[in-house]
C-alpha cells in the first residue's frame, strides 16, 4: 500500500508562483507513473500533469510551459512547480500513483487559491 501526502497549496495572486509536494510512503517500489490532478468546485477532477517512472512527462494543455512536474525517486517525493497562476488554476489538487500492480493511491488533496 501506498501512502502520500501533498503540501505547499495556499493563496497567492495571479501571477504568482507556489509549489507543492507529494511525499510517498509505503510500498514505494511498486509506484510507476506519478501525477497530479485537481478539481475546481462544481467540476470533475482534471489531469494537470504526469511523469512516468522513466521521466517522461504530460501535461494539460492549460498548464503547458507554466507548470512543471519532477520527481525526487530517492525522496519518494514528487512536485508541481506551478508559475504564472492564473484565477481558473484555483483548485483541490490532488497527487495520484499507479503502481506496478495496477492499483491507483490518491493524497487527500492540498487547496490552491489564486486570486486576482
Known amino acids: 500500500q501506498v501512502h502520500l501526502v501533498e503540501s505547499g497549496g495556499g493563496l497567492v495572486q495571479a501571477g504568482g508562483s507556489l509549489k507543492l509536494s507529494c511525499g510517498a510512503s509505503?510500498?514505494?517500489?511498486?509506484?510507476?507513473?506519478m501525477g497530479w490532478y485537481r478539481q475546481a468546485p462544481g467540476k470533475q477532477r482534471e489531469l494537470v500533469a504526469v511523469i512516468s517512472g522513466g521521466g517522461v512527462t504530460n501535461y494539460a494543455d492549460s498548464v503547458k510551459g507554466r507548470f512543471t512536474i519532477s520527481r525526487d525517486s530517492a525522496k519518494n517525493t514528487m512536485y508541481l512547480q506551478m508559475n504564472s497562476l492564473k484565477p481558473e488554476d484555483t483548485a483541490v489538487y490532488y497527487c495520484h500513483v499507479e503502481t506496478m500492480f495496477h492499483r491507483d493511491y490518491w493524497g487527500q488533496g492540498t487547496q490552491v487559491t489564486v486570486s486576482s
Open positions: 509505503g510500498t514505494t517500489f511498486s509506484i510507476n507513473a
